[in-house]
T-cell receptor
Framework: GNSVTQMEGPVTLSEEAFLTINCTYT??????LFWYVQYPGEGLQLLLK?????DKGSNKGFEATYRKETTSFHLEKGSVQVSDSAVYFC????????????FGQGTRLTINP | DTGVSQDPRHKITKRGQNVTFRCDPI?????LYWYRQTLGQGPEFLTY????????KSRLLSDRFSAERPKGSFSTLEIQRTEQGDSAMYLC???????????FGPGTRLTVL
C-alpha cells in the first residue's frame, strides 16, 4: 500500500537558517503530494501541494518539488523564522477513488531566536 | 465560510462508555473524511463519505466504530464500549469534488480513563 516516510525529528534551528525536511513516498500510479503544517494549538493547514512530476509547490517562502525519479517531496525554506515553529506533515493522496490522505509521522520544527 | 467545525473539542470518558462526535463540513463540500491521530504520529484514515454514502472504511475502524452522514451534510462518528486504546485526536476533513485539497477541523480529543 501507499506510504510516506519523513525525516525523524525534532529539528531545532536558529532563525534565518536554511531548512530541509526530507520526505519520500511509496505509491502506485500518480499520487498528489502535500505538506501540511500544525501550529501549536491549531488544526492542520495545507502549506503547499504538487499534483504531477516536476511540479513545484510554494507558499510562505516554503518550496517542495515533486520528484518522481527519486519518489521524494522534500520541504525547503531559505531563511526560517521563529513563527515557523510547528509540526510539518508530508502526505500523499491517490489519483482516484477516495483520494484519502496518507501521512508521514510528522517532523517537529523549533526555531530559536 | 466558517471552515470545518467539530464538537466537542474535548471528551473524557470512562472505559466502556459510548461517545459520539460531530463534524460540520464546509457547506459546499460533498466529500467528508474522518482520521485518527495519536500522539507523535500522523493522522490515519478511518472512513470517507461522498454526499451521504459511506464509500470506504479503513481496517482501523473496528465494529465498535460507526459513522453516518445523513442528508450529506454533517457527520457523526460513534464509538461504542470505548477502550483506553481509543484515546486519540479525531479529525474531520472536507473537500469539494473537483478540487483535491482537504480542509481540516480542529479535532476532538478523546481521553478514555
Amino acid at each position: 500500500g501507499n506510504s510516506v516516510t519523513q525525516m525523524e525529528g525534532p529539528v531545532t534551528l536558529s532563525e534565518e537558517a536554511f531548512l530541509t525536511i526530507n520526505c519520500t513516498y511509496t505509491a502506485t500510479g500518480y499520487p498528489s503530494l502535500f505538506w501540511y503544517v500544525q501550529y501549536p494549538g491549531e488544526g492542520l493547514q495545507l502549506l503547499l501541494k504538487a499534483t504531477k512530476a516536476d511540479d513545484k509547490g510554494s507558499n510562505k517562502g516554503f518550496e517542495a518539488t515533486y520528484r518522481k525519479e527519486t519518489t521524494s517531496f522534500h520541504l525547503e525554506k531559505g531563511s526560517v523564522q521563529v513563527s515557523d515553529s510547528a509540526v510539518y506533515f508530508c502526505a500523499l493522496s491517490d489519483f482516484q477513488g477516495a483520494q484519502k490522505l496518507v501521512f508521514g509521522q510528522g517532523t517537529r520544527l523549533t526555531i530559536n531566536p | 465560510d466558517t471552515g470545518v467545525s467539530q464538537d466537542p473539542r474535548h471528551k473524557i470518558t470512562k472505559r466502556g462508555q459510548n461517545v459520539t462526535f460531530r463534524c460540520d463540513p464546509i457547506s459546499e463540500h460533498n466529500r467528508l473524511y474522518w482520521y485518527r491521530q495519536t500522539l507523535g504520529q500522523g493522522p490515519e484514515f478511518l472512513t470517507y463519505f461522498q454526499n451521504e454514502a459511506q464509500l470506504e472504511k479503513s481496517r482501523l475502524l473496528s465494529d465498535r466504530f460507526s459513522a453516518e452522514r445523513p442528508k450529506g451534510s454533517f457527520s457523526t462518528l460513534e464509538i461504542q464500549r470505548t477502550e483506553q486504546g481509543d484515546s486519540a485526536m479525531y479529525l474531520c476533513a472536507s473537500r469539494q469534488e473537483t478540487y483535491n485539497e482537504q480542509f481540516f477541523g480542529p479535532g476532538t480529543r478523546l481521553t478514555v480513563l
